[in-house]
């Protein structure tokens, strides 16, 4: 079984400041890794996803996270983020077993 | 466009009913999934079904039941045995066990 904690329940930012979303993980076995956004009463979108190979990867919007393994972690980031930015964001993390854990969210707040 | 569709959006019941709520998919994916979203709690996993005709519970399966008679349907009953049914349920499909998830925009049920 594996747990996500999503260490910011809420971040506060003004427009074209960079942001991070911090995601910590725990899991005795080798993982694999999504962030997904989730807009007002709407389900949820992948944002991107780490299977394996480059421990970086990046979206089509602008979004980038890393996957480190020695510090169980999956940072999101944005060096610039939009007002459209505005959203709950979710880290998850599976196993190959369909069960996958989803952190509790960090609600993202984008001021002009 | 495939998608996975969620009807009605919202829902109102009496307390001691049960209710039905809907997922259909168009995208062919062998996986469904029920989850239930409450505010500050991130998603949790109520059932899932890997192919046709089979379904396990998940963490949070108390007072549900679903089943999977056709690849694109998945229904879940909410039945009277739920002791807090208020809440946002979102389906899910995949392709696989490790592939990403795609949803449809939830049905958000409220009960009296």
Same mark, same amino acid.
């Given at each position: 079984?594996?747990?996500?904690?999503?260490?910011?329940?809420?971040?506060?930012?003004?427009?074209?400041?960079?942001?991070?979303?911090?995601?910590?993980?725990?899991?005795?076995?080798? $993982?694999?890794?999504?962030?997904?956004?989730?807009?007002?009463?709407?389900?949820?979108?992948?944002?991107?996803?780490?299977?394996?190979?480059?421990?970086?990867?990046?979206?089509?919007?602008?979004?980038?996270?890393?996957?480190?393994?020695?510090?169980?972690?999956?940072?999101?980031?944005?060096?610039?983020?939009?007002?459209?930015?505005?959203?709950?964001?979710?880290?998850?993390?599976?196993?190959?077993?369909?069960?996958?854990?989803?952190?509790?969210?960090?609600? $993202?707040? $984008?001021?002009? | 466009?495939?998608?996975? &569709?969620?009807?009605?959006?919202?829902?109102?019941?009496?307390? =001691?009913?049960?209710?039905?709520?809907?997922?259909?998919?168009?995208?062919?994916?062998?996986?469904?999934?029920?989850?239930?979203?409450?505010?500050?709690?991130?998603?949790?996993?109520?059932?899932?079904?890997?192919?046709?005709?089979?379904?396990?519970? =998940?963490?949070?399966?108390?007072?549900?039941?679903?089943?999977? *008679?056709?690849? *694109?349907?998945?229904?879940?009953?909410?039945?009277?045995?739920?002791?807090?049914?208020?809440?946002?349920?979102?389906?899910?499909?995949?392709?696989?066990?490790?592939?990403?998830?795609?949803?449809?925009?939830? &049905?958000?049920?409220?009960?009296?």
């Amino acid at each position: 079984a594996q747990s996500v904690t999503q260490l910011d329940s809420q971040v506060p930012v003004f427009e074209e400041a960079p942001v991070e979303l911090r995601c910590n993980y725990s899991s005795s076995v080798s $993982v694999y890794l999504f962030w997904y956004v989730q807009y007002p009463n709407q389900g949820l979108q992948l944002l991107l996803k780490y299977l394996s190979g480059s421990t970086l990867v990046e979206s089509i919007n602008g979004f980038e996270a890393e996957f480190n393994k020695s510090q169980t972690s999956f940072h999101l980031r944005k060096p610039s983020v939009h007002i459209s930015d505005t959203a709950e964001y979710f880290c998850a993390v599976g196993s190959n077993d369909y069960k996958l854990s989803f952190g509790a969210g960090t609600t $993202v707040t $984008v001021r002009a | 466009d495939g998608g996975i &569709t969620q009807s009605p959006k919202y829902l109102f019941r009496k307390e =001691g009913q049960n209710v039905t709520l809907s997922c259909e998919q168009n995208l062919n994916h062998d996986a469904m999934y029920w989850y239930r979203q409450d505010p500050g709690q991130g998603l949790r996993l109520i059932y899932y079904s890997q192919i046709v005709n089979d379904f396990q519970k =998940g963490d949070i399966a108390e007072g549900y039941s679903v089943s999977r *008679e056709k690849k *694109e349907s998945f229904p879940l009953t909410v039945t009277s045995a739920q002791k807090n049914p208020t809440a946002f349920y979102l389906c899910a499909s995949s392709i696989t066990g490790d592939s990403p998830l795609h949803f449809g925009n939830g &049905t958000r049920l409220t009960v009296t």
